[in-house]
Nanobody
Framework: QVQLVESGGGLVQAGGSLRLSCAAS????????MGWFRRAPGKERVFVAA????????YYADFAKGRFTISRDNAKNTVYLQMNSLKPEDTAVYYC?????????????????WGQGTQVTVSS
């Protein structure tokens, strides 16, 4: 059973950057397909970014395109979410999770092993 721990959140001014990390346990990390989601106060959990099944085919929500980048370091069992040009509307708790095989990349229902989340707050 893989366990995920997110970190790297914090308070940042609009226009700033943060890099979130998601550290995973498990010896088969290389085979995991991971994704990031976020939940703003009073709203549903929404898709942010995910790896595709090929290295050159990652997926991003429209609001993340051009600003966020998902990456991974298999040697460190860690997935990252680099977030640039942050906006106040990016304020949310950010979660990583493991996507089920053949699961939809943008559906939280097709992910398991959710971490506890890390809070990102962007001030205007």
């Amino acid at each position: 059973q893989v366990q995920l721990v997110e970190s790297g959140g914090g308070l940042v001014q609009a226009g700033g950057s943060l890099r979130l990390s998601c550290a995973a346990s498990g010896r088969t990390f290389r085979s995991y397909n991971m994704g990031w989601f976020r939940r703003a106060p009073g709203k549903e959990r929404v898709f942010v970014a995910a790896f595709g099944w090929s290295d050159n085919n990652n997926y991003y929500a429209d609001f993340a395109k051009g600003r966020f980048t998902i990456s991974r370091d298999n040697a460190k069992n860690t997935v990252y979410l680099q977030m640039n040009s942050l906006k106040p509307e990016d304020t949310a708790v950010y979660y990583c999770a493991v996507r089920r095989y053949y699961g939809r990349y943008d559906s939280p229902n097709d992910y398991d092993n959710w971490g506890q989340g890390t809070q990102v707050t962007v001030s205007s």
